[in-house]
């Protein structure tokens, strides 16, 4: 059973520009989770879609955001890039029967660097 | 707010030399704890689910117990391989039922 496999594995952008990320998670699974990773703030939470509707949202300025296909698959987009946005980006999907039980499977991330 | 320590940040350790990783919560209700690995570049992989005080959960050298208001993940007699961080996350019953992380533990286990 393929795991949960995230694109592009690396990137390097600029100041200003702006990202797209990709995620197909493990089949069957429709909840789809992003996290961004650094080693100042550990993993925080971005947002969640189920069924192709955001459930729940992190935190983050409205620079992030995301959409997930009737196919499960799931993209984060971040506008106007910033140093700070450096970092892991994390997908984990989950199969959220009744709600998010809390067991993830996660991708391998997606390390995105900012000059 | 859900809050999660974990305590050590890194910990060195000798093959063979057991020990104790330490996660404090504060969450209003426990739905649910989780112990996750992290290797290097990688994601986490999940390895426990803990729900209720006392409870406890092994596989392999690692066993997991719970309290009401702290979790460890013992390590007994650590291997090499068993080098990597280790994540510690909550669930809170009621609302959001996203899981809040901890910081992690990074665990090298030297030869």
């Known amino acids: 059973k393929a795991g949960v496999t995230q694109t592009p594995r690396y990137l390097i952008k600029t100041r200003g520009q702006q990202v797209t990320l990709s995620c197909s998670p493990i089949?069957?699974?429709?909840?789809v989770s992003w996290y961004q990773q650094t080693p100042g703030q550990g993993l925080q939470f971005l947002f969640e879609y189920f069924s192709e509707t955001q459930r729940n949202k992190g935190n983050f300025p409205g620079r992030f955001s995301g959409r997930q296909f009737s196919n499960s698959r799931s993209e984060m987009n971040v506008s106007t890039l910033e140093l700070g946005d450096s970092a892991l980006y994390l997908c984990?999907?989950?199969?959220?029967?009744?709600?998010?039980?809390?067991?993830?499977?996660f991708g391998e991330g997606s390390r995105l660097t900012v000059l | 707010e859900d809050q999660v320590t974990q305590s050590p940040e890194a910990l060195r350790l000798q093959e063979g030399e057991s020990s104790s990783l330490n996660c404090s919560y504060t969450?209003?209700?426990?739905?649910?704890l989780f112990w996750y690995r992290q290797d290097p570049g990688k994601g986490p992989e999940f390895l426990f689910t803990?729900?209720?005080a006392g409870e406890e959960k092994e596989k392999e050298r690692l066993k997991a117990t719970l309290t009401k208001k702290e979790s460890f993940l013992h390590i007994t007699a650590p291997k090499p391989e068993d080098s990597a961080t280790y994540l510690c996350a909550v669930q809170a019953t009621g609302g959001s039922y996203i899981p809040t992380f901890g910081r992690g533990t990074s665990l090298i286990v030297h030869p």
């Open positions: 984990a999907s989950s199969l959220a029967a009744g709600g998010n039980t809390g067991e993830l499977f």
């Open positions: 969450v209003s209700g426990l739905r649910g």
């Open positions: 089949s069957g699974h429709r909840s």
């Open positions: 803990l729900y209720s």
